[in-house]
């Protein structure tokens, strides 16, 4: 009678709402971690952050940048703090990066930690001196059908101090389909002594974050935010020899060292540059090495071309990187000069490479290269 | 139907932009392990082992890297090229980081061509996962009959 | 009318004699399916048994308070559902809080014990038997702790069953609902020998 037959669904609804209201407090509950504080190199700095996010992200907002190749992912290791306060075992995504020693030091992953309670963190300075710029990009060059050059300058008249062979992270923003910010490290390729403008060479990854936006979505006139500078691969000792080899994209922390060699004038080492690609239409910036190898007689270009197109006149070294490098060992280079090997590229050409010098008694101490690869 | 927390936390990592790109499960609306049992129904319906599968590929892959970047041949029967960028990739499983190589396998009689990576080949013979449909690096059963002679 | 049956003996009823796996044949899905592994069997049980003693006690509330006094008994099964399947939700989130390393273990079983027949049975049963507050939490609890023995009963058994040289047509779920089977008439011996309503 009258509106009785509303009672059953109305009581019906309201127990649901009624646990829906109960789940979600305890949703805000559970994933709310409040305000946390961080006190870093015993008290020294003391930032108070939100909780939550992981313990990478959480210093980055506070402009305290650890280095971080793979933006968060768990796939470099480089993004190493050491946490004195508890925050449980290593996690199975940290074990491949930490060493034995390391993991007794309390040394993490800083991606991996999410900032649950107030911790004690112990950074070493330099990494204080990594700051965030923006940069607004001012040309954008193909040099080869998968490579691009990408030049950009510091925003209001800022500088950046950093040693040639160390590398910049873009930070990507959100794009297309893709709803969150990462970050990927590309070396350095101008010469620390620009200090407001940097150049960079991007090779196109199929179905890679970062190189899908750069080849598809930034433009001449964008900002790029980048994080810099990082990374240990730069110039040793003074008269050793120097075996550079790079292929590709490899170029860029070369190409940054040779010419602030050149501009710093040093010429006490001779320095020899096996720069490989796979086809004619693969190389890039002959001129720009030819041009300096006239300039700076210390400087011996050697580029190899794995298979050159049949017309083109090639006279140049063929075949593998490798293969030239090991004629000039045996043949060209005095064998009583002490030598060093620079590498940058692929993991499978730096391990071919290092055979090769390692075979002819260079000292694996002696070659240096980018280990983000 | 839920899926358990590992394969829920696979699938997120499959989405757009947090590994690749374009992420692994394309434009398909299947859960992750729906897609995967569609495609192990369909290999014991085609005859194709996967260890047979992953076997073959990983002896293409050795073959092609060492041409570091150049075409090269093996047994006669397939062009190989195994291009290399720098960096790892983690498999969405949180089972193993994996070099961003990419090898390009062309089946010499019939022109046919196959795609894999290292990541994609640890997906197939460790999880079974060929990617979602729509997805630009899904690697079709029958494709890789063809390709790999099975 | 509560009946007249001390705590004491509903639990040892509801764990043994009327056991809900074996004498009322509720909550088969997960016992098969589970009871393969050992380990998953155990925090299957062990989470069976939360759920079961939390739902059972609120849907007491619920019905005893709400829908017995708004006179919609009749819509008990809808919502002793909503409810089962709520607590588990609440379940899950505070289980991933407080221990991330359990909510991992249990994997998808904590959600799938929402589908769990057993669940919905007991509510009804204490409903049925109109079982007061004490009688309703030590139902609930001695069911859970009967559908864990069960199951890990099973799946020790299994374990054994496994090198035996079983037919090939009847490996796997062919032989488990066998040995369902003799456990089950093994239990008859039990039935009436404890009260429960």
């Known amino acids: 009678m009258g509106l009785d037959f509303l009672t059953a669904p109305l009581?019906?609804?309201?127990?649901?709402?009624?646990?829906?209201?109960?789940?979600s407090v305890?949703?805000?509950?559970?994933?709310?971690?409040?305000?946390?504080?961080?006190?870093?190199?015993?008290?020294?700095?003391?930032?108070?952050?939100?909780?939550?996010?992981?313990?990478?992200?959480?210093?980055?907002?506070?402009?305290?940048?650890?280095?971080?190749?793979?933006?968060?992912?768990?796939?470099?290791?480089?993004?190493?703090?050491?946490?004195?306060?508890?925050?449980?075992?290593?996690?199975?995504?940290?074990?491949?990066?930490?060493?034995?020693?390391?993991?007794?030091?309390?040394?993490?992953?800083?991606?991996?930690?999410?900032?649950?309670?107030?911790?004690?963190?112990?950074?070493?300075?330099?990494?204080?001196?990594?700051?965030?710029?923006?940069?607004?990009?001012?040309?954008?060059?193909?040099?080869?059908?998968?490579?691009?050059?990408?030049?950009?300058?510091?925003?209001?008249?800022?500088?950046?101090?950093?040693?040639a062979g160390q590398y910049a992270q873009f930070v990507v923003p959100p794009y297309g389909k893709i709803k969150q910010e990462t970050q990927r490290a590309y070396s350095i390729a101008s010469p620390p002594g620009k200090k407001s403008e940097l150049d960079f060479i991007v090779r196109l990854v199929p179905g890679g974050i970062a190189t899908t936006y750069v080849f598809t979505v930034l433009k001449e006139g964008d900002t790029l935010d980048i994080i810099a500078p990082l990374g240990d691969f730069q110039l040793h000792g003074e008269h050793e020899d120097m075996l550079c080899i790079a292929g590709g994209s490899g170029m860029a922390p070369i190409q940054a060292m040779l010419f602030d060699m050149f501009e710093k004038k040093i010429n006490g080492r001779d320095i020899y540059y096996f720069f490989g690609v796979a086809t004619s239409k693969d190389m890039f910036y002959l001129e720009l090495f030819r041009d300096l190898e006239k300039k700076w007689p210390v400087f011996h270009f050697v580029p190899v071309i794995a298979a050159p197109d049949s017309g083109s006149g090639w006279k140049g070294e063929t075949g593998l990187v490798t293969q030239p490098l090991e004629k000039y060992l045996n043949d060209k280079l005095p064998e009583d000069k002490p030598k060093q090997g620079y590498l940058c590229g692929s993991p499978g050409m730096i391990d071919a490479c290092i055979k090769v010098l390692t075979t002819h008694g260079i000292a694996e101490d002696s070659i240096f290269y980018d280990k983000f690869a | 139907?839920?899926?358990?927390?590992?394969?829920?936390?696979?699938?997120?990592?499959?989405?757009?932009?947090?590994?690749?790109?374009?992420?692994?499960?394309?434009?398909?609306?299947?859960?992750?392990?729906?897609?995967?049992?569609?495609?192990?129904?369909?290999?014991?319906?085609?005859?194709?082992?996967?260890?047979?599968?992953?076997?073959?590929?990983?002896?293409?892959?050795?073959?092609?890297?060492?041409?570091?970047?150049?075409?090269?041949?093996?047994?006669?029967?397939?062009?190989?090229?195994?291009?290399?960028?720098?960096?790892?990739?983690?498999?969405?499983?949180?089972?193993?980081?994996?070099?961003?190589?990419?090898i390009l396998v062309t089946h010499k009689a019939s022109g046919a061509q196959?795609?894999?990576?290292?990541?994609?080949?640890?997906?197939?013979?460790?999880?079974?996962?060929?990617?979602?449909?729509?997805?630009?690096f899904r690697m079709e059963l029958a494709q890789i009959k063809k390709v790999l002679e099975l | 009318?509560?009946?007249?049956?001390?705590?004491?003996?509903?639990?040892?009823?509801?764990?043994?004699?009327?056991?809900?796996?074996?004498?009322?044949?509720?909550?088969?899905?997960?016992?098969?399916?589970?009871?393969?592994?050992?380990?998953?069997?155990?925090?299957?049980?062990?989470?069976?048994?939360?759920?079961?003693?939390?739902t059972t006690v609120i849907n007491y509330a619920v019905y005893n308070y709400i829908l017995v006094f708004f006179h919609i008994e009749y819509l008990r099964f809808i919502v002793f559902i909503i409810v089962i399947a709520a607590v588990v939700q609440m379940l899950e989130m505070i289980i991933e809080r407080l221990s991330p390393a359990l909510y991992m273990a249990l994997g998808i079983f904590l959600p799938l014990i929402t589908v769990n027949c057993a669940i919905l049975g007991v509510s009804l049963f204490m409903q049925i038997r109109s079982?007061?507050?004490?009688?309703?939490?030590?139902?609930?609890?001695?069911?859970?702790?009967?559908?864990?023995?069960?199951?890990?009963?099973?799946?020790?058994?299994?374990?054994?069953?496994?090198?035996?040289?079983?037919?090939a047509g009847l490996k796997g779920p062919g032989i488990t609902l066998i040995i369902i089977g003799l456990m089950a008439m093994a239990f008859i011996g039990f039935s009436g020998m404890l009260n429960v309503q």
Not at chain 1, 14 to 22: A, G, K, Y
Not at chain 1, 133 to 160: A, M
Not at chain 2, 4 to 20: D, F, N, R, V
Not at chain 3, 10 to 23: D, K, P
């Open chain 1, 26 to 163: 305890i949703d805000m509950i559970v994933n709310n971690y409040g305000e946390v504080k961080l006190s870093i190199n015993s008290g020294k700095k003391i930032l108070t952050v939100k909780g939550g996010s992981s313990l990478l992200s959480t210093l980055g907002e506070q402009d305290i940048f650890l280095p971080s190749a793979c933006g968060g992912r768990a796939t470099c290791g480089v993004c190493k703090i050491k946490v004195k306060s508890d925050v449980g075992p290593h996690l199975p995504t940290e074990l491949p990066f930490i060493s034995k020693e390391e993991m007794q030091e309390n040394i993490r992953l800083s991606c991996q930690i999410k900032v649950k309670t107030d911790l004690e963190l112990e950074i070493p300075e330099e990494l204080f001196a990594i700051q965030k710029y923006s940069t607004t990009v001012t040309s954008i060059r193909d040099l080869t059908p998968d490579i691009k050059e990408i030049k950009c300058t510091l925003k209001d008249s800022q500088q950046i101090d950093f040693r």
């Open chain 3, 1 to 54: 009318m509560a009946p007249d049956i001390s705590p004491i003996i509903l639990l040892l009823a509801s764990i043994f004699t009327s056991n809900i796996l074996l004498a009322n044949f509720l909550g088969m899905c997960s016992f098969i399916t589970i009871s393969k592994d050992l380990k998953s069997a155990n925090g299957l049980g062990l989470a069976v048994i939360l759920v079961m003693t939390v």
């Open chain 3, 131 to 167: 079982y007061n507050f004490v009688q309703t939490v030590v139902y609930g609890l001695g069911s859970g702790v009967g559908w864990w023995l069960a199951i890990l009963a099973l799946a020790a058994i299994r374990q054994k069953v496994e090198k035996a040289p079983v037919p």
């Open chain 1, 11 to 23: 009581i019906v609804a309201s127990i649901s709402v009624i646990l829906s209201v109960i789940i």
């Open chain 2, 114 to 136: 196959l795609v894999f990576s290292e990541l994609s080949l640890h997906l197939l013979e460790t999880h079974h996962f060929l990617q979602g449909r729509g997805s630009s």
């Open chain 2, 1 to 102: 139907m839920k899926m358990s927390p590992e394969h829920t936390k696979a699938a997120a990592q499959m989405l757009p932009g947090i590994i690749t790109a374009e992420g692994f499960l394309g434009d398909d609306s299947r859960p992750l392990p729906d897609i995967i049992q569609a495609d192990e129904e369909q290999a014991s319906r085609l005859g194709v082992e996967w260890e047979q599968v992953a076997e073959t590929l990983h002896a293409l892959r050795n073959a092609g890297m060492e041409g570091q970047g150049t075409s090269v041949e093996y047994l006669r029967k397939w062009n190989v090229r195994v291009d290399e960028a720098r960096g790892v990739l983690p498999c969405p499983f949180k089972d193993g980081l994996f070099h961003k190589h990419t």
